[in-house]
């Protein structure tokens, strides 16, 4: 009886540590993404302002408002910009690694985004 109850315990402690470790690995990779990323073929940009938006920008559409979230490897990217349509926040993949962020939107149809895997290249600069 007193074993299972120390067992309890350590799971549970092994579980709040990890849960933070992956709360803290979020935390890193959002200040990561701030800043302008430019897409390898130049036909789109995104600006992460803070942590929860960012903004579109490509021929279509300028400075267009998007929510999003992160989670470990898969990012949830919601439309909340000038058209007033309701669209259904979608998940997809992620990588971030250094200056390049991939986004593989190939999984389900994200509102102004192609349906394909899309690489961004961070943009310097005096904001970024």
């Keep these: 009886m007193k074993n299972s109850f120390i067992f309890l315990g350590l799971l549970i402690l092994a579980s709040i540590i990890l849960i933070n470790c992956s709360k803290d690995e979020i935390e890193i990779k959002q200040e990561k993404l701030l800043g302008k990323w430019v897409s390898l073929d130049k036909s789109d940009t995104l600006d992460f302002k803070t942590n929860t938006d960012f903004y579109k920008s490509n021929k279509q559409m300028v400075f267009d408002?998007?929510?999003?979230?992160?989670?470990n490897d898969s990012i949830k990217i919601g439309y909340s910009g000038k058209m007033f349509?309701?669209?259904?926040?979608?998940m997809h993949k992620y990588q971030l690694n250094n200056e390049i962020l991939t986004i593989d939107f190939s999984n389900k149809q994200c509102y102004g985004f192609e349906r394909e895997r899309i690489t961004y290249k961070k943009e310097k600069g005096i904001d970024s």
């Design 65 to 71: 408002h998007y929510d999003y979230e992160l989670f």
């Design 85 to 90: 349509i309701l669209i259904v926040p979608s």
